[in-house]
């Protein structure tokens, strides 16, 4: 794309050298009008590729040329403003290819613009549904989180409570050893005397 770019550029440049060379040359007599109807229908179809390469978005690429462009089409209106055209009329119709272009660029630009803008406000469309996802999701968590701790804490008095249940048992079990044994005790020396 980028080349195309250049070989577009080329040609429009060759395109305006072509039409300062026409407008270079010298006619006289009844030719003039011939002459210079050939230098509009030249400047017409240099305007009409500048009007497309703005709407292809190209306008800060050709700045310069339009610029070279303008200062040609103004000889031009000056070369038919000494030509019996009104004085009035020839600035007139300069400013309205300024204006036109301007307009152009301008109508461009706000088309851009606009469609920045609908896609912005579909960026935040799909922020805003992530958001609120994980909005939902960090509020699972920390109820994940909760039921964990809980149990957890549930889990540690489980423990507490078997290890006094196994030392009772145990307490319990040396209690009735040590009972079977002073009873073994009791019940040898009564037989033993």
Avoid: P, W
Avoid at 2 to 21: A, M, P, V
Avoid at 75 to 80: A, C, K, V
Avoid at 111 to 122: A, M, P
């Amino acid at each position: 794309m980028y080349q195309d770019n250049l070989d577009e550029d080329d040609k429009l440049k060759n395109d305006i050298e072509k039409f300062r060379s026409l407008l270079d040359e010298e006619v006289e007599g009844n030719h003039r009008s011939e002459y210079l109807q050939k230098c509009q229908q030249m400047s017409e179809n240099i305007k009409k590729e500048i009007q497309k390469r703005i709407k292809k978005g190209d306008e800060n690429h050709i700045m310069k040329l339009m610029k070279f462009y303008s200062q040609q089409n103004k000889r031009l209106l000056e070369m038919e403003q000494y030509h019996n055209v009104d004085e009035d009329t020839s600035l007139l119709q300069e400013h309205q290819v300024e204006v036109q272009l301007f307009e152009d660029n301008v109508t461009q630009r706000k088309q851009r613009l606009q469609n920045v803008h609908k896609s912005i406000e579909t960026v935040k469309g799909i922020y805003e549904k992530i958001h609120e996802i994980a909005t939902q999701q960090v509020d699972q968590m920390f109820t994940v989180e909760e039921n964990y701790a809980y149990a957890e804490n549930k889990t540690q008095k489980a423990k507490q409570e078997l290890i006094k249940a196994q030392q009772s048992q145990q307490t319990k079990i040396l209690y009735r050893i040590a009972i079977i044994c002073v009873l073994i005790v009791i019940i040898g020396i009564m037989l033993y005397k």
